[in-house]
């Protein structure tokens, strides 16, 4: 059974930075791409980043490409998204995800919604002037 669990949201003042985590289950986050995604209220659902813990592969959305980083522990089988300098624009709910088939994220050019289909349950993002 596919679970993922979000933590780390809150509100935090614009320039500063947060650290979400995605704790996956196990078989999941060793076969599957898993990603980020966040929706802002009246906002079509944008993928953010994604990692394949099975082979390293990441991909990251040329909107936050040198601000967040997306990281993988095997260890502790959770995603995590570092999130610097964050904007206003940022504020948002974000979302982990794993893909709806086996395999890495290397076949991706783009994150669509469409591909994934296990969500968590998201965790707010809010982020201050």
């Known amino acids: 059974q596919t679970q993922l669990v979000e933590s780390g949201g809150g509100p935090v003042q614009a320039g500063g930075s947060l650290r979400l985590s995605c704790r996956v289950s196990?078989?999941?986050?060793?076969?599957?791409?898993l990603a980020w995604f966040r929706q802002a209220p009246g906002k079509q659902r944008e993928g953010v980043a994604a990692?394949?813990?099975?082979?390293?592969?990441?991909l990251t959305a040329d909107s936050v490409r040198g601000r967040f980083t997306i990281s993988a522990d095997n260890a502790e089988t959770t995603m995590y998204l570092q999130m610097n300098n964050l904007k206003p624009e940022d504020t948002a709910m974000y979302y982990c995800a794993a893909r709806r088939i086996i395999g890495y994220c290397s076949t991706l050019s783009t994150l669509l919604e469409s591909d994934f289909g296990y969500w968590g349950q998201g965790t707010q993002v809010t982020v201050s002037s």
């Open positions: 196990e078989w999941t986050f060793r076969n599957k791409c």
């Open positions: 990692i394949a813990p099975g082979d390293g592969g990441t």
